[in-house]
């Protein structure tokens, strides 16, 4: 058993952040309407711009990815116009659920839990009525299945006036994403994924045509109002207070992400992913995700088949130093996901693996 000062996480969210990032937080407090803050809401924005390959403004406050949910609907759906959401689990169910909650006429396409949104889906929606915006989740976190982002895309920017808003919480410094090319118009995400940065700041890049859409929405809140966001980021500033020591752990992994470089974070998750199905498959574990659809960032195991007992597994695992997974919503216990996304090391998801094979081999 290795030595441990902390249960290290292997969830699907939080995740484990490196003792490097945790310090960067411990910088001496800024006035966050002086220069200081202007400088480092700047050196944010560069490095964003480059993850998410884009070079539209990317807000970054004091929210989680929910914040942002609400942002994007009150923002870009007009009162008298439709939302279409496709939903596939827990989180994109979550989003619509949100757009009704702000009085949005919405319709919803579902695809079963564990199976992708396709293309040929989005076109037969959209065949069928026009809508100001389309609502995806990139990565659904709940069934650990990452829906083809680019192929839809294709689709929805047939449609002129349909905005293309995209959830890449547990997706993006993960997985492949162009949020220009793929004419993404908002693409939101969060810190606690697979940025392994602490909870509690979210980044939210947004196209002008999303803002000439919220020029003409009356009534977009307050908080998450883009065309205050924005006017605030061209001060390199926020509206708001911002949290300055998350700011300061950003600045610090963004720049170690860019140093391990992009395309090469985005290999060491598929490296991860397929030691996590070769351990699945190795131990009689199915994969609950579609296949062809299957996370870099996480898996779902399906469990039914084995029928191991999840909440003596996390307790067998948290003995060992790691904090487990048991599955999410409905497929809780049926599933448990395995987080390996941010900075997770091939060697530290093989001591996990390992510490499962002993617990699976221990109960056979």
Known sequence: MSNFDHQ????AGPIEVRKEILEAQNQWMIGHRGKAFEVLYASLQAKLKQIFFTENSIYAIATSGTGFWEAAVR???RDDKKVLHFTSGAFSERWAVISKANGKQVDIVTAEWGQAITPEMVADALSKDTYDAV???HNETSTTVTNPIK????????????????DTVSGLAGIEFYTDDWGVDVALTSSQKAFALPPGIAFCAVS???RQRADAVPYRGYYFDFLSLEKSHQKNSTPSTPPVSLMYAADKQLTDILDE?????????????????????NNGFGLFAADGYNSPTITAIDNREVGIDVNAMAAF???RGFSMDKGYGKIKGDTFRIGHMGDMSLDFLQEVLDGLSEFVTVKA
């Open 8 to 11: 290290r996480l292997v969830l």
């Open 75 to 77: 923002n870009c759906v």
């Open 135 to 137: 609502c995806i989740v």
């Open 151 to 166: 192929d839809i895309s294709d689709i929805v920017r047939q449609c002129d006036d349909t905005l293309f808003m995209v």
């Open 208 to 210: 002008e045509r999303a």
């Open 261 to 281: 470089g992009i395309e090469n974070r985005w290999a060491r998750h598929i490296k991860l992913r397929d030691m996590t199905h070769e351990w699945a498959a």
């Open 317 to 319: 695992m948290a003995d």
